[in-house]
Nanobody
Framework: QVQLVESGGGLVQAGGSLRLSCTAS????????PGWFRQAPGKEREFVAS????????LYASSVKDRFTIFRDSAKKLVYLQMNSLKPEDTAVYYC????????????WGRGTQVTVSS
């Protein structure tokens, strides 16, 4: 089991930037795929981005591509989500999650961090 803890959320004006961090501990390995999801009030949780730990390949939701960047620090077991050109519709609770390569289910989740973008 992998334990995940997010940090870095907050309040920012539209057009601004934030960087979220996710610290992983426990049974991490090169075969895991951490990612970010978000859930806005009254909406379902949605996928934002993921990164394959072993080779760094990334995947983004179309709504954040070209604005958000996911990257990792292997030595520190940290996964980051750099969010630029933020929009009010990016307001949500952001969750760090992880799955194993070859599986579709993200089985490990953090508690989330609030991101609020004001117009």
């Amino acid at each position: 089991q992998v334990q995940l803890v997010e940090s870095g959320g907050g309040l920012v004006q539209a057009g601004g930037s934030l960087r979220l961090s996710c610290t992983a501990s426990g049974r991490t390995s090169s075969n895991y795929v951490p990612g970010w999801f978000r859930q806005a009030p009254g909406k379902e949780r949605e996928f934002v981005a993921s990164i394959t730990w072993s080779d760094g390949s990334v995947l983004y939701a179309s709504s954040v591509k070209d604005r958000f960047t996911i990257f990792r620090d292997s030595a520190k077991k940290l996964v980051y989500l750099q969010m630029n050109s933020l929009k009010p519709e990016d307001t949500a609770v952001y969750y760090c999650a992880a799955r194993l390569m070859g599986t579709a289910n993200f089985g490990s989740w953090g508690r989330g961090t609030q991101v609020t973008v004001s117009s």
